[in-house]
């Protein structure tokens, strides 16, 4: 499995232009790039969809496994794993999207069970 290198990383951390686009159910095509927000955990790059697993692009996330975002300024392709339930990485990601978001109106709603539910990791797509 491929990581992201902590150049990216860092790069990541302080980015807000993050689009992503889970390929649609062709495996082939890339979705509509939706912005969203996306966190720095560690070497692990997170993103919460804001309308919890309802949300099309989670939901295409998790089917396919797989698609292209668009970060700090450039494309990547990359592969989606969904998170599950674990009280002490909620508790830390919940921080980070704290630490970067605190400015905006819309932080708390990010933190409520429905987002927190629909936690992906991003990582580059394995050669």
């Known amino acids: 499995m ?3 290198t902590s150049t990216r ?3 990541f951390a302080v980015a807000d232009d ?13 979705g509509t790039p939706t912005w969203i927000w996306s966190v720095v955990v560690g070497n692990h790059l997170y993103v919460r969809a804001w309308n919890g ?17 668009y ?3 450039c494309n990547f392709n ?14 830390t990601v919940d ?4 630490r970067k978001y605190v ?10 069970a429905g987002p927190r539910s629909a936690t992906v990791e991003i990582l580059p797509e394995n050669l």
Do not use: H
Request: charged fraction near 15%; charge should be positive; hydrophobic fraction near 40%.
């Open 95 to 98: 921080a980070a999207y704290r």
């Open 78 to 91: 990359v592969t989606f794993t969904p998170v599950a339930s674990q009280p002490a990485l909620t508790a």
């Open 2 to 4: 491929k990581e992201w």
């Open 18 to 30: 993050l689009r992503i686009s889970p390929f649609y159910s062709d495996g082939r095509t890339y």
């Open 103 to 112: 400015e905006s109106d819309y932080l708390l709603p990010m933190l409520q």
């Open 71 to 73: 970060l700090a300024g």
């Open 53 to 69: 697993p309802q949300s099309s692009w989670y939901q295409s996330a998790v089917a396919q496994r797989a698609g292209r975002i």
């Open 9 to 11: 990383l860092q790069a």
